[in-house]
């Protein structure tokens, strides 16, 4: 089989994990990638369903994407939230004047009865995206943050309060009732799929939310493919964000052994930054292949050259599991 | 009782009516103007409640509206329309981006729990405006057009097909259920109420719905103040939109006489314009008083001139009515 007979199914979430999707899609057909996205940050807000992950991946893919905040769209406008402000008016969550167009979009076409599948295909075919980017359920599931005094509504957390109170356990409401979505089950069992692969998002952020849904978990810790992962965490620091202050928060060392032992059980193999090398052989005694380069995407060649990483670090993995098993 | 002492109480629709409201708002104080405005053109679209005569005098009266078409908002910017537009959304109602506050804000307003009264007393507040604005009622009431093939809601026939259809009947669905809002029966009812005044909006599509409503029909039958309007037909033809083509539909000769014969019952004196002075007899005839003058407002002098000539015809019918029981 020819490598680019192999499909690839990618779980993310927004910004992070947004970088290695753009190089995958780069280096792929639109027929080869699938990507399974986080809506545990989803919210409903002045009325309008907000997706923040779908909206980042789709604006990523389609090239609108602010290239400076890695959200919302680029050229955008803010007439609307200027006259939301004088009007005394909930301001805190940014909401461009094109950025708008798509929420009301998403929300007409719920109301017409689409399941939030079914409208993110039709946002993808009116950006003229062709990578399928599907929710992880069609089912609300919120993640929610509880800390000492109070639990938190993601949003409230991360964006009004910009991820500063001290985290002291995530939930991920409704992950119990709700299903993975059907084309998210379907993407993960795909015929000739060379690989599932775990972004590098914030782990307890943007995967444990897809990660919830049981049966996404166990259709994943099922397949025979390779799963493999990217560290988000380089040098014990974090690329962006709050995963490393959240790391120390739950306790946690923050290193790329750290992500490993979250991911153990889950991943086959995990890419680590070169900066980390130190922490191969600990990683391999974790029962984790593990392997080198530079994880830091700054430019859309590092994206392309971490897509190609991994997709022959899978290769390699799923060579090793056929010579173990001949 | 000097001039300043009295309460005046004006019926209006959009960008017609609110022309002599401006002119009212500019002669008396705050607190001798309120404003019963029709909300039989209100309708939700894209999940947003718009109240399109609402805004119109609220912008006008904040000094924000867009002067050459009467509505919407001065240097507005269209960039959601545009987004939506190549997103596929529907684009035939023109919202503009800060106009979209707007009806956000609104939306916000009524779901935490205000009634249509409140949440303009609070756009009103926020848009500096002291005049109350008041809506004729907290339930709604729909104006349908109906045509010989079908029946159709108002913006629908308004906007989307621009009135084109040729109209057979109006209803004004929900009027027999739905009662005056309090203020609005309160404002008609005020202590030392000068007049109860009728805009030159148009007589079917903008002052109907709200007679529509038994209470406040009866309200205003009953009141022993001069009920006085302006004729929005000027020598035959309607000073703008479609009254005057409607008129004809309904089997009515266009002119100020057809208004009288309209609004015979309701008003005890109505302002026709100094060009059709001829009607005058016949008018009077009809039980009517009637007064001419200058009644198109293109400059805010007129506006004002317009004001003041209404308020002197009340005062004249009252002391008339004063000298008669006398």
Redesign the interface.
């Known amino acids: 089989m020819s490598d680019s007979d192999f499909k690839y199914t990618v779980l993310s979430g927004g910004v992070g994990g947004a970088k290695l999707v753009l190089g995958l899609h780069k280096i792929l057909a639109p027929e080869q990638l699938s990507v399974v996205v986080n809506t545990g940050d989803d919210f409903e807000h ?3 369903p907000i997706c923040p992950d779908i909206d980042t991946l789709i604006y990523t893919l389609a090239g609108t994407v602010n290239p400076t905040t890695g959200w919302g769209l680029n050229n955008e ?1 803010w ?6 402000k ?5 301001t805190w969550f940014s909401l461009g ?6 929420h ?2 998403r ?2 076409l719920l ?1 017409k009865g689409q399941t939030l599948s079914e409208a993110t295909l039709t ?1 993808l075919r ?2 003229h995206v062709h990578t399928p980017i599907i929710p992880m359920s069609n089912t609300p599931v919120r993640t929610k943050i509880k800390t000492n005094s109070e639990t938190l509504d993601f949003q409230d957390y991360f964006v009004r309060l910009k991820a500063e109170p001290a985290v002291t356990e995530i939930i991920y409401a409704g992950n119990d009732q709700a299903a993975g979505s059907p084309d998210a089950l379907a993407a993960l069992q795909a015929n000739k799929l060379g690989a599932i692969i775990l972004t590098p998002s914030n782990p307890w952020l943007s995967i444990d939310p897809i990660l919830s849904l049981s049966d996404i978990k166990s259709t994943i810790t099922n397949s025979t493919v390779p799963v493999v992962g990217i560290s988000p965490i380089v040098s014990g620091k974090a690329i962006k964000g709050p995963t490393a202050k959240l790391m120390r928060e739950l306790g946690m060392d923050v290193s790329a052994y750290s992500i490993a032992e979250h991911y153990k059980g889950i991943l086959d193999g995990l890419i680590i930054d070169q900066q980390d090398a130190d922490q191969c052989d600990a990683i391999r005694a974790l029962g984790l292949q593990v392997s080198t380069t530079n994880t830091i995407m700054n430019s859309l060649d590092d994206k392309k050259a971490l897509a190609e990483f991994t997709l022959a670090f899978a290769r390699q993995i799923h060579t090793g599991n056929m010579d173990s098993s001949s």
Do not use: C, H, K, P
């Open positions: 002045l009325g309008l406008s007439y609307f939230m200027e006259a939301l004088q009007l005394g008016g909930a004047d094109r950025d708008l167009a798509t009301i979009r929300r007409d109301v946002l009116e950006f």
